[in-house]
Structures are given as structure tokens and as C-alpha cells.
């Protein structure tokens, strides 16, 4: 990649911290200066690693070689450190969520704009293989029409430990996975409009944060969606499941482990019934192996240095960014519609 070479730095060195710092030592085009954070023990462990850790905050932005500041802290201080970084005049990134409410994004958009600097969030996993599989079956047609799709993670550890249990930082999976999913959704249903979502949160041993939700989400026109993190699961459900008019799909996990199952003919003559339980059925019977034919799932491959590749490029001039303002205020605005549906317990229309 030609162009000038971006100088980096990282506020928040935890576990998201260090993922950023990776990615900044390892893409072409950026060079990682440094990283803060309010942990002595964790600027410790960046200097253990080599990696030059500032003194503070206020000396990290006032470094004229960076050019951009990732924000890898607790969701609460998001704003106020991405606004001081706009002021110092560095281009930013956020981590996800990328503010406690659509109120604190809107100023930080308004900061981006008063400074003239590139402002944008992490939703990496747009760039995750299983989801990107699962749109290239669902836009090539491969299922003819899509009448619903499921999106799923679910874990068995619970809630994470920290600041991501605790409602005043910004804690709970809506906040934590959710974000990921959602967007996931919104970018692939970028064409259709949203109609309503019913959403429910768990919480089974933490009743401050939410330890898993589930939001049943319907498009004007458009496929129905269910999106579920949960974390008190034992045994897992799919990654994803799509069925339309012509077949159905499914894949498993991360590795994108599944299958299709095309259809080419619905209607079947004289379906024997089966023994369903204490009686017959001709419904539920399995079909003739000659009416549908299996294909295995083929995976999108992908790289999350991408996302790293793309503020490259828009910083030198290349490129569009890819995470936008208006995505981030759709995604946002979706998010406050799930808490508003659970805490109500109805339907939210758009």
C-alpha cells in the first residue's frame, strides 16, 4: 500500500487494547507509537511487550506524530475521550458500542465535523467468514425467498467479569454482542425497511446488566429476523439458519461447518405417513431424497485487517469509509428500541 504511513496509538490497553495494538504493529500502512491507559499494571505489560507506553493521557495526544487514536476503554467514557482526541486533532476510532445513547453519538459526530477529523467505530465483524457465507447464500439466491433468518451466539460462562457487568459502564451482552449482531443485520438488510422488534433480556444471576437477549425483528417486505446472545446455554444452537421458498441453510459455528438443502419439487404423491410420537403424520414426513439435494456450505474468506486497511486508505485519500455516520445512528437508534421493548414488554414500531 503506497501513501503516507499512519502514526497509531491506543487509549485503553485491555483485552480490546491489545487486539488494536496487534493490528496497528502488523498492517501495512500504520506504525503503533504507543498506547495509555489509567492501569500502571497495564502500561506495564505494553512495555514488557515493547511497546512505548505514555505517561498520560494529555501527553499521548499531544504527540504530533500520531495521526490517528483508537479508544479501547469502558463504553461510559467513550465520548469524552473521543472528543478530546477530535480536539487534539487526531482521527479517530471507537470501540463498540460506540456511546451510551444516541444523544452522546450525536455530539461526537458534531465534534468530528467542528475539528475536521476522521471519526468511525469498530464493527469488525462485519468481516467475520460465517456472516459474510451467510449473505453471499442469501443474496445469490441460493434459497430463492427468504422468509426468515437466526442469528445466533450463545456461551455457558455467563456474564463477563468487570466493568461489562455493571450498568453504569455500559455493561450487558445487548451492549457487549448485541452490537455485533444487530449491525450485521442492519448492513445486510440495508435495502429493506425496518417494521418492528420484540425483545427480551435475561437475567438469570446478574439483574443489573442483561446476560443475554433475544429480539425477534420484521422488515416491511422483507425476511424476518431472530438475533440471540445468550450466556447461559449448555448446548449450543446454530450460527446461523436461513430458509426461503427454494431451501434452507445452516451453519454451525465459526468454522462455518453446515449445509444447503435445495428443493426441486414441493409437491409430492402419495406421502406415506410416519409414527410421530402417539400418532401418524404425513406433514412431518421426510422427503423423498429425489425432491431435494444437499450441498455443502462453501466459506467467504476474510480478513479483519480490513477494517484497519479501509481508515488507512480514507486517511490517505483512497477511500470511502466503510463504517458511517448513518450506520452508526441506525444501529444506535435500533439498540435503544430493544431496551425500550423490554422494559415495556410489547412491540416497538419503526
Known amino acids: 500500500m503506497s501513501g503516507k504511513v499512519i502514526g497509531g496509538a491506543v487509549i485503553g490497553y485491555g483485552g480490546m487494547g491489545n487486539f488494536h495494538s496487534e493490528k496497528m504493529q502488523s498492517v501495512e500502512g500504520i506504525r503503533l507509537l504507543g498506547v495509555y491507559d489509567i492501569d500502571p499494571e497495564r502500561n506495564r505489560a505494553a512495555e514488557e511487550k515493547g511497546i512505548h507506553a505514555y505517561a498520560s493521557r494529555e501527553e499521548l495526544l499531544a504527540d504530533p506524530a500520531i495521526d490517528l487514536v483508537t479508544v479501547a476503554t469502558p463504553n461510559d467514557v467513550h465520548k469524552e475521550i473521543v472528543i478530546a482526541a477530535l480536539a487534539a ?18 455530539e461526537m459526530i458534531a465534534a468530528a465535523k467542528k475539528y475536521g477529523k476522521l471519526f468511525t467505530v469498530h464493527q469488525n465483524r462485519r468481516w467475520d467468514e460465517d456472516y459474510l457465507t451467510i449473505r453471499k447464500i442469501i443474496e445469490a439466491g441460493e434459497l430463492g425467498r427468504v422468509f426468515r433468518i437466526e442469528s445466533r451466539v450463545h456461551g455457558s460462562r455467563g456474564i463477563p467479569g468487570g466493568w461489562r457487568e455493571e ?115 404425513r406433514t412431518m414426513a421426510p422427503r423423498n431424497e429425489q425432491t431435494v439435494e444437499k450441498f455443502p456450505i462453501v466459506k467467504v474468506k476474510s480478513d479483519w485487517a480490513e477494517y484497519y486497511k479501509n481508515v488507512i486508505a480514507v486517511l490517505n485519500g483512497k477511500a470511502e469509509i466503510v463504517v458511517t455516520h448513518d450506520q452508526l445512528r441506525r444501529s444506535m437508534m435500533f439498540l435503544e428500541k430493544v431496551f425500550e421493548s423490554a422494559r415495556k414488554n410489547e412491540v416497538i414500531y419503526f
Open 167 to 281: 450498568k453504569a459502564h455500559g455493561g450487558g451482552m445487548v451492549l457487549d454482542w448485541g452490537v455485533h449482531l444487530l449491525d450485521q443485520m442492519l448492513t445486510m438488510m440495508h435495502d429493506y425497511e425496518l417494521e418492528s422488534v420484540y425483545a427480551t433480556l435475561d437475567h438469570l444471576t446478574n439483574f443489573e446488566c442483561d446476560e443475554g437477549f433475544t429480539a425477534l425483528v420484521r422488515y416491511k417486505n422483507g425476511p424476518e429476523w431472530l438475533v440471540e446472545v445468550k450466556t447461559c446455554n449448555f448446548i449450543e444452537m446454530p450460527r446461523w439458519y436461513a430458509f426461503g421458498d427454494g431451501g434452507s441453510a445452516v451453519i454451525r459455528n465459526w468454522d462455518c461447518d453446515g449445509e444447503i438443502v435445495k428443493i426441486f419439487n414441493h409437491g409430492e404423491d402419495d406421502v406415506a405417513p410416519v409414527q410421530a410420537g402417539a400418532g401418524l403424520t
Open 89 to 106: 486533532g487526531k482521527n479517530v476510532i471507537c470501540e463498540k458500542p460506540v456511546s451510551m445513547n444516541s444523544a452522546e453519538l450525536e
